[in-house]
Each structure stands twice: as C-alpha cells, then as structure tokens.
C-alpha cells in the first residue's frame, strides 16, 4: 500500500549498536537520540548529515535505559552492572557512577524540572535521588518483586511504578507513601508512563495489552489488545492525543485514543521491539529492538489530523475543552482485527531512498569511578568507517560536526594536560578504598531500610490482631 501525505514515514535509520536496543530517547531540541543497548554502550546520534555518533563506555552489563535531562545538559543511564551513571553527552564525556541498587537497575526518569531522578530495580525498591548534590534522598518500598519501570508525573508530585508482581502503583513523592494501587490477575506491566496533563496513565502489558487507567477516579478507561505479543514500551504524542507502542510481535501501532481505535501499525524491524518514544515536539519518533537498529520516523499524522481533532470536539457537548478520554467507550477489549481503517505501513515494500546512517563512531571510554571523572576520547572505527583523528586536536575536528562540537573547539585550552591529570597512585589507591567502603555502607543502609520496612509492616500487623483480640473480648464480656 503506498503511503498518503499524512502517514508516518521512515525517514533514516542508525547502525552503530552490536546488540538489541533496549531503550531510546531525544534531546530536548530535537538535534540528537540516545539509545541504549545489550552491549553495554550509550551512543548519542547526531541528526545533521555527516555528523559523528559518540559511543559512551563505561557501564559494565546491559544498559537497560536512558534518558536526557530536561535541559539537556545531561544523560543518565541505568544498567544491570547495579549501577546510575550521569553523562555530559559531548566529546569529553565525563561521568559520574552511584553504586544505585543491590540489583540491576532497570530504568531513569528524571523529574521536569531536572531536580530528581527516579531509579528502579530488581531489589523491588524505587530511589529518588538529589540531581544538584547528587546524592541518594530515600526509597519506596512496596512491590513484591522486580519494579521494572518507574516514572514522574509532570508535575512531579507523584511516581508511577510496575513490577513483576502484577501491580501498578502511584506514590506520593511528598509523603512518600503509596496512594493507590492497580493489580492485574493475567500479567504484568513492562513500562508504564503518564499522559502530558497528568491525569493518566498507559501501562503496556506482558499479556499483549495495553491499558489507560484514570489515576483521578481509579478506573480502567481503554484496553487495547492489538498486539500478538508482549508490549514493552509506550510513548505519549506530546498532544496526548497518540499512543504509540512497540511489542515483541516486530511492530509499532500507533493508536488514536480520541477515537479508542488503532489507526497504524509499522513494520520495520526484525524480531521484538523493545523501545519507542516520540521527540518533545511530537514531529518524529524513534524505535529499536533486538536486530540492533535504531528507526526513525516522521509523524506527519499528527499535523493534518490536529484540525480534525478540534472539529470533533465541536461535535461533542464539551465546548470548555477538547474531549476527555472519559468520553471514549467500552472499557472492554478492542481486538481491531480485520479494521478496514487500519493502515499497515511496511518500509521494507517501498523503494525508498533513505538515509542510511552508519557514521564514523567515537568511543569516549570513562574511568570507572563513583566520582566525576576526566575521559580518554579516542577513535575506534569499525569496519567500512571512515577513520577520524583524536578529538583533542580541534584541527582533526570535520566542518560537519554537530552545531555541540564546534561550540566546544573553542574550549580546548581549557583541557587540562598530562601532567595536570596525573594522581599519585597512592592517592588514587586510597580513594578506591574509600569508594569501596562506601559502597558497602550504601548497601548496608538499603538492607536495613528493606529490614525496618518489614519490621514495620509486622508491627502493624501485630496492632491489628492485638485491637481484634480486645474488641472480641470487650465483646464476650
């Protein structure tokens, strides 16, 4: 079927990852990607023709996610080394390491206004964390067992959760408590998010579906079951009139959730999506799974159908606001099967002249330390890539660059120099030891905030059978 004006397209694609891509996301301006992958690297894409990719080295094990900071001034990312790191994502790379969870981490979410982080892990805790001291603030304790995703609200009062308990839950980040809960009998979710307003929440499941709950009446507002296998990633339209989701099935569906009905599902990848997330404009969106390529696509849909949009709303009995997805029925299944209006988009029958991205790549390896730390940027091409010099020579640097790159050759004086970074090995020794230390403190304080938790929770129990015992014998007496 060939394609209208308004339906997505594949614009490029990025081959620079050796293993499935487990996570993607923009830059605030919209000029680079991040992505992550099985093969331990964070790679930043830079979207101007010719410009070089950077392949940040330093995590230990699978990088399960990334995202930028709300300036973008930072990246951070979660792995299953148990470790967070935080980036500056330009040529020098430095990075600093929490030793986060006494299990693999195995998502980042910054709050909006970049204060806060949220991390979650296989330890089935939540930590928030100080962005300006970066330091750890405290842990939500709840799920039974791995928490595989955990996000802010935009206006960062709450968290949303899932975890392999089969539950969803939202936590107040002022009184740290949780303040409500969504359990599913089938299977669990593997990512949840809120809509942009904040009054909803997707959940994309392991049973094939996906869910939008209304956090503000508790209630299950649309259930989606277009999908022949697990969901693992959702992504809001900035409008928050579009979901976009990606599944083990090898494709994206795009489904509109003013009308409760799937409007495309894309092929393009081979295997299992793991990742999908629309840029902050709404204008492209990005996905990667298991083949190791990282898509682009434009949105196009979003543009022409945003009158149609209003038009409807006209038609409803709503003239305050555009309709709300309280207005959208059943709340049963919506299988789609055999939809006429459906459009299927497959890439791969068009011929198509895309760009193919496979740019010169620079590995910026870091020191591995729970301080910030200076980096050696090197070269490291792979096959069929053209070779580029050291970065730390401005005159090797290509006049294609990124818009970052040339901002920052006037900056290379502030380089300090060998003798400059050298430390006495004594000293660097001594500082490892203290590192270490600190890590098993921070390890001992998670266990005993797991143990006080449990302590609490028999306490509790124990009142409660304790006022039951009185109040049956008041009754007796």
Not at 324 to 332: E, G, N
Not at 392 to 399: A, F, G, H, Q
Not at 468 to 476: E, G, S, T
């Amino acid at each position: 079927m060939a394609s209208a004006p308004e339906d997505p397209v594949l614009e490029r694609y990025f081959k620079g990852h050796k293993a499935a891509i487990t996570s993607v996301d923009f830059s605030p301006n919209g000029k680079q990607l991040a992505t992550a992958s099985w093969d331990t690297f964070l790679m930043l894409w830079n979207f101007k023709p010719q410009a070089r990719a950077f392949r940040y080295v330093g995590h230990k094990d699978v990088i399960t996610s990334v995202q930028f900071s709300p300036l973008g001034n930072l990246l951070a990312s979660a792995s299953r080394d148990r470790t967070v790191r935080l980036w500056i994502p330009d040529k020098r790379g430095k990075s600093s390491e929490f030793k986060a969870h006494t299990a693999p981490v195995r998502s980042v979410d910054f709050s909006a206004d970049g204060q806060f982080l949220a991390t979650a892990s296989e330890d089935k805790s939540i930590k928030v964390w100080n962005m300006y001291r970066q330091r750890f603030l405290y842990s939500l304790y709840r799920h039974t067992h791995w928490v595989r995703c955990a996000k802010f609200s935009p206006d960062g009062r709450l968290i949303v959760s899932c975890s392999e308990d089969k539950t969803i839950k939202i936590w107040d980040t002022t009184s740290k408590q949780c303040v409500n809960n969504f359990s599913d009998s089938i299977g669990f979710a593997n990512f949840v998010e809120f809509n942009p307003n904040g009054t909803c929440i997707a959940s994309a499941g392991s049973d094939h579906t996906v869910k939008i709950w209304d956090i503000r009446v508790n209630k299950l507002l649309q259930h989606y079951q277009v999908h022949s296998c697990g969901v693992n990633c959702v992504s809001f339209h900035p409008s928050g009139n579009y979901l976009i989701t990606a599944s083990s099935d090898g494709t994206l569906k795009i489904l509109d959730l003013l009308e409760g009905r799937l409007i495309y599902t894309l092929q393009g990848h081979t295997g299992p999506v793991f990742t999908v997330s629309f840029s902050k404009g709404g204008e492209l969106f990005s996905s990667g799974g298991a083949d190791a390529q990282v898509l682009l696509w434009r949105t196009n849909f979003d543009e022409l159908n945003c009158k149609d949009v209003y038009k409807k709303s006209l038609k409803r009995l709503h003239f305050d606001s555009p309709p709300h997805l309280l207005d959208i029925y059943p709340r049963t299944p919506h299988p789609h099967e055999g939809k006429i209006e459906t459009v299927e988009i497959n890439p791969k029958l068009e011929v198509i002249d895309l760009q193919t991205s496979t740019p010169p790549v620079v590995d910026v390896l870091s020191f591995d330390s729970t301080t910030t730390t200076e980096t050696i940027v090197r070269s490291l091409p792979d096959k069929g890539e053209e070779m580029c010099g050291y970065f730390i020579n401005p005159s090797l640097m290509s006049s294609e660059s990124s818009p970052a790159l040339k901002k920052k050759t006037d900056d290379m004086s502030d380089l300090p120099s060998e003798s400059q970074r050298s430390i006495p090995l004594a000293v660097t020794e001594a500082l490892e030891h203290i590192m270490e230390q600190l890590n098993v403190l921070t390890e001992t304080v998670s266990i005993l905030e797991q143990r006080l938790t449990l302590t609490e929770d028999k306490l509790k129990d124990c009142l409660e059978n304790q006022q039951k015992l009185c109040n049956a014998i008041q009754q007796k007496s």
